[in-house]
């Protein structure tokens, strides 16, 4: 990934662009820190969705252990199914 300035993204804003739109990641720092980062929109969108889904998962995770208790303490439990 290709990492410019603030300052420099904005003097090269166009070239940049047309990097992103080919696949690559630019990162944009200040002062050394990074503060954005340029992607594709159709990777960013992908992105969102990805996150949208894990949230989900945990959700229905959570949903699902509702209730449920152990007899024993988690290593126990653990050896168990190695076992």
Do not use: P, W, Y
Request: a neutral charge; aromatic letters at 2%; charged letters at 35%.
């Amino acid at each position: 990934m290709t990492c410019v300035s603030v300052a420099e993204a904005k003097n090269r804003l166009s070239e940049l662009i047309v990097r992103v739109e080919a696949g690559e990641e630019i990162c944009v720092t200040r002062h050394g820190r990074l503060v954005a980062k340029l992607v594709a929109a159709n990777q960013a969108d992908d992105t969102s969705e990805r996150h949208a889904r894990v949230a989900d998962a945990f959700r229905r995770l959570a949903a699902l252990r509702q209730g449920v208790r152990l007899d024993d303490d988690f290593k126990t439990v653990a050896r168990e199914g190695l076992d």
